[in-house]
């Protein structure tokens, strides 16, 4: 029986909550499996500037705050009637990227849906994702090889589309010449 290690789990819950964003699933679902990767990866990063940085910007916006819709997602002892609204999906997609943060702190590398999403965030919320210069090149190789442009996407489900299609795209180059790579 093969053994998962906490950096694994953590990985592959993000790398699912990253598909299930791209496939438009709900909200919920991708922040409650994206923010349970997050906190394992954020509980095995015992030191270094991605914990600092990490809980400085938590210190910022307060514990409470930051983790309002993941803890009324997954408890009711305390406000049974309780609602949020539903205007949280940044919250959601800055989190995933925070644990793709802390998955290459630990990894030294980021999985194809990892890679999809950061460039995903480069193109469509350039205010709110800052990406390394090899994943800026891989943007810069995805318009130079594409009709699509990311500026002229408005609607949520085609940039979504726009998303899965990044990481089939990834998944195609990453894949050994003379090789076919198949969606699982």
């Known amino acids: 029986m093969a053994r998962i ?3 694994e789990a953590g990985g592959r819950q993000l790398d699912s909550a990253i598909r299930m964003f791209f496939a438009n699933e709900d909200i919920l679902a991708v922040h409650t499996v994206s923010r349970a990767a997050f906190r394992i990866l954020y509980d095995i990063t015992k030191e270094g500037e991605a914990k600092v940085a990490l ?4 210190k910022k916006v307060g514990t ?3 983790n309002e819709e993941t803890n009324f997602l997954k408890h009711a002892d305390r406000d049974p009637d309780g609602e949020i609204d539903d205007n ?5 997609e800055a989190g995933m990227g925070m644990a793709a943060g802390l998955y290459v702190h630990h990894a030294k590398t980021l999985t194809p849906e990892m890679r999809g ?6 193109m469509m919320r350039p205010r709110f994702f800052d990406v390394p210069e090899d994943l800026k090149k891989l943007a810069d ?33 990453d894949a050994p010449k003379g090789t076919q790579w198949k969606p699982a």
């Open 55 to 58: 809980d400085v910007h938590i």
């Open 5 to 7: 290690t906490k950096l």
């Open 88 to 92: 949280f999906q940044l919250l959601t």
């Open 117 to 122: 999403f950061h460039i995903w965030g480069a």
């Open 64 to 66: 409470d705050r930051f």
């Open 141 to 173: 190789d995805w318009r130079a090889n594409s009709a699509t442009d990311p500026d002229k996407i408005t609607e949520q489900k085609a940039a979504r589309d726009f998303g899965a299609a990044l990481i089939h795209w990834i998944k195609l180059r």
